[in-house]
């Protein structure tokens, strides 16, 4: 029997226990159905839930090339990340992510209110910024790290200081939440709205009252890509040209997403980009009942490849995973132990 078919009958069966809700929802990220107490009395289970947990974790991995992997502990010292806990809330730690061209992890450390670097070996290297809660980090061409909080688009300063690029006007619709980017485009530093229209700034204007260009969708090759939901059981990632004109009515389909049968319905369907040889990745949540799975879709010359992704978060995480140039993926995972980083091949 196939191994993912294997790992969906633990899943049917309630093996992997309740969806924890983080992120399910654009700008909304998931709540716990309970308490706080009742959330994380989840994974206080018997030894043998534990067990087949396990068991499907391991056919997980090997439904999905594991190419690297390493736990950061939770705490305040410099080579943890920090996580906060108490009677009625919900735990909170690590918002966002992004990998460096070097091939480091940068991590926003939420509760520590700083931004550290670590090796794709998970060795803590340093503490990039300090006093900042960023909601999304990028690079520019250049290689400079971009942070995203509330309207301040940030950079790495002396001594870790936050340096700050610009501000983005009020006249921009943000919403802090899963999905909330900061991009860099062409010279350019661009954020998006919900609806996935991206506004692009020069930041040699710090206080800039209006963007310098506004496109629909994310940067693809052969043009812009943004998403339509037909309905609960299919969706495309269309692909429309570079101008301002374009609408929702236009542009050709790059990539259907398939449904997810009778009993289920999409979640996000959200363009993730390409990597150096054009391929397209899309993320996919599939939903059917309480059971909600993470799915990392490549759309190429040679077909179709996916892969699913453990979705079990212990916290709200608004970037999940992010694609490489060459085709892997890093995904960032919360749990009760720590923050689990894993590199995967898209087979």
């Avoid at 929802?25 to 994974?43: E, F, I, M, N, V």
């Avoid at 910024?129 to 400079?144: F, Y």
């Avoid at 688009?153 to 001594?159: A, D, H, I, M, S």
């Avoid at 629909?216 to 052969?222: E, F, M």
Wanted: with cysteine; aromatic share 8%.
């Amino acid at each position: 029997m196939h191994i993912r078919r294997i790992a969906g009958l633990f899943l049917e069966a309630g093996l992997e226990g309740r969806y924890s809700g983080a992120g399910n929802d654009y700008g909304r990220p998931g709540k716990p159905d309970t308490l706080a107490s009742r959330y994380r009395s989840r994974y206080k289970q018997d030894e043998n839930m534990r067990a087949h947990r396990g068991l499907l974790v391991a056919l997980l991995a090997l439904a999905s090339a594991v190419a690297g992997a390493f736990t950061v502990p939770w705490g305040t010292a410099p080579e943890n990340l920090g996580l906060r806990t108490g009677p009625e809330i919900e735990p909170s730690g690590p918002l966002t992510f992004t990998v460096s061209p070097s091939g480091s992890i940068i991590v926003a450390d939420s509760v520590n209110r700083c931004v550290k670097e670590f090796s794709s070996e998970g060795k803590y290297l340093r503490t990039l910024a300090v006093d900042v809660v960023p909601s999304s980090l990028t690079h520019d061409a250049s290689g400079r790290l971009l942070m995203l909080e509330g309207r301040r688009v940030l950079t790495p300063g002396e001594n870790g200081k936050v340096a700050e690029v610009l501000t983005v006007p009020e006249s921009v619709p943000l919403v802090e939440g899963y999905g909330q980017d900061v991009l860099a485009e062409n010279g350019r530093i661009g954020v998006n709205d919900p609806d996935e229209y991206v506004y692009l700034f020069d930041p040699k204007d710090p206080q800039p009252l209006e963007p310098a260009a506004v496109r629909l969708g994310r940067r693809a090759p052969g043009g812009r890509a943004f998403t339509v939901i037909k309905g609960f059981n299919d969706a495309s990632i269309r692909l429309a040209a570079d101008s301002p004109a374009q609408t929702r009515a236009s542009g050709r389909t790059l990539v259907l997403v398939a449904g997810s049968g009778p009993s289920g319905r999409l979640g996000v369907v959200a363009y993730r980009g390409a990597d150096k040889s054009g391929a397209n990745y899309v993320e996919v949540e599939r939903i059917s009942g309480r059971q909600v799975q993470l799915f990392v879709e490549r759309y190429g010359g040679d077909g179709k490849a996916s892969i699913e992704l453990p979705n079990n978060y212990f916290t709200t995480v608004y970037r999940k995973f992010e694609v490489q140039p060459d085709g892997s993926v890093w995904q960032m995972l919360t749990t009760p132990a720590g923050v689990e980083f894993t590199r995967r091949e898209v087979k």
